[in-house]
């Protein structure tokens, strides 16, 4: 690793990108998986079937360039979002990590900003270094919390060109506010910042929960992304989205590489949209198995954040990294994101929720100094 590292180091590397590590949550082949937020569900079979339908029709083309505008599914995706939205609002990539890194291309760059909230997601930082955009840390509450009076105080006095608000928040799980949004974009006013609200995990919130969408009109530097990565149990193809003002768009298809959207990867994602019945049912299962965890580590005298996600942030541990290992020497990968005290589970299934639980119940139970 270290001879790997010195031979980076010879290389003409950009300024910014040295001393970095890439992103790298462990891939591990592991029984039971519950570290990166995934739907755990699996593709169900009628959405397997008329994904495999679509991309059998979809081969037939691939000699020529798919369609560069996506049309098709981003008249889905708005249809999907409702609130008004026309296939104008709506832009698409290869993950919503590229949505972001195309919106930070347009609006960030040398010499530019972006704050963030940290704890947040750990690539607002790397998609910033990977456009030489300056990566601002913002401050939260004691609790991870964040005021809207505090966060546009910070907006007022940092003036970046660009804000992440994360929500529900990854890792801490916890949603946003409307007034939060509301508030940041008003104090950017003067210094004309992009808003960007990270929804990655929105069908997760509970009933009622509105979406920053709903504050789209009239607001044309709010950005709401938004991905098929977790609701839809569709991380392996890659589609993320955002919606916008058209001129967002516009400013899009200036950084965006030609055919970006791969006819696969389109195909792909009509049929999910179409098919999307399934999918939004083992929704309501994962919401029931996530407030199960905060339930039941509750029970078990551990302190477990709100969640309005497919992951339960938990705090109440003297040992994380230790509680971390044995869980994995139990067959169960969660997260540990660095947060003194915490650690981080995506709700499984039913069996697999189960099977961490009892895990984490046992090893607490054999080593009681574990818990803080
Ligand atoms: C998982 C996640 C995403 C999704 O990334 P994709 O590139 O769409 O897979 C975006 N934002 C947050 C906060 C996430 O946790």
Not at 123 to 148: H, I, K, N, Q
Not at 198 to 215: I, N, Q, V
Not at 268 to 277: D, M, P, Q, V
Not at 366 to 371: D, G, Q, S
Request: hydrophobic residues 40%; charged residues 20%.
């Amino acid at each position: 690793m270290n001879d790997q590292l010195e031979r980076l180091n010879r290389l003409p590397l950009r300024a910014n990108l040295r001393g970095i590590s890439p992103y790298g949550a462990p891939q591990l082949d592991v029984p039971i998986l519950l570290n990166v937020n995934e739907n755990t569900h699996g593709v169900p079979l009628n959405v397997r079937e008329a994904i495999t339908a679509a991309v059998t029709e979809a081969a037939t083309g691939l000699n020529r360039y798919p369609d560069r505008e996506f049309t098709t599914l981003r008249q889905d995706l708005a249809d999907y979002l409702g609130h008004g939205l026309g296939a104008e609002n709506i832009w698409a990539a290869n993950g919503s990590n590229e949505v972001l890194q195309q919106i930070l291309q347009a609006f960030g760059g040398p010499g530019r900003s972006v704050l963030g909230f940290p704890p947040t997601y750990s690539m607002y930082p790397l998609l910033a270094s990977g456009t030489d955009t300056e990566y601002l840390r913002g401050v939260r509450a004691d609790d991870y919390g964040l005021s809207a009076e505090d966060a546009a105080r910070q907006v007022r006095e940092l003036k970046p060109n660009i804000v992440f608000l994360c929500s529900p928040n990854n890792p801490t799980g916890t949603g946003l506010g409307l007034d939060v949004v509301e508030q940041v974009y008003a104090a950017g006013a003067e210094s004309q910042t992009i808003v960007i609200v990270d929804e990655a995990y929105h069908e997760f919130a509970h009933d009622g929960t509105p979406s920053a969408l709903t504050l789209l009109e009239g607001r044309e530097r709010l950005i709401v992304s938004r991905t098929m990565s977790k609701a839809f149990a569709l991380a392996g193809a890659r589609v993320g989205y955002m919606a916008a003002a058209p001129e967002v768009t516009d400013a899009l298809r200036l950084v965006r590489l030609p055919y970006h959207l791969s006819a696969i990867t389109q195909a792909t994602a009509i049929a999910a949209l179409t098919h999307r019945e399934a999918l939004m049912a083992d929704v309501e299962d994962i919401k029931v198995q996530r407030d199960r965890i905060v339930s039941e580590l509750t029970r078990l005298g551990l302190k477990p954040a709100a969640s309005d996600s497919n992951y339960v942030f938990f705090g109440g541990l003297a040992d994380p990294g230790t509680v971390w290992q044995q869980l994995l020497d139990a067959g169960v990968l969660i997260r540990d994101v660095g947060i003194p005290g915490h650690l981080r589970v995506t709700a499984g299934t039913e069996p697999e929720t189960t099977a961490f639980l009892a895990a984490l119940a046992e090893i607490l139970d054999h080593a009681p100094e574990l818990r803080s």
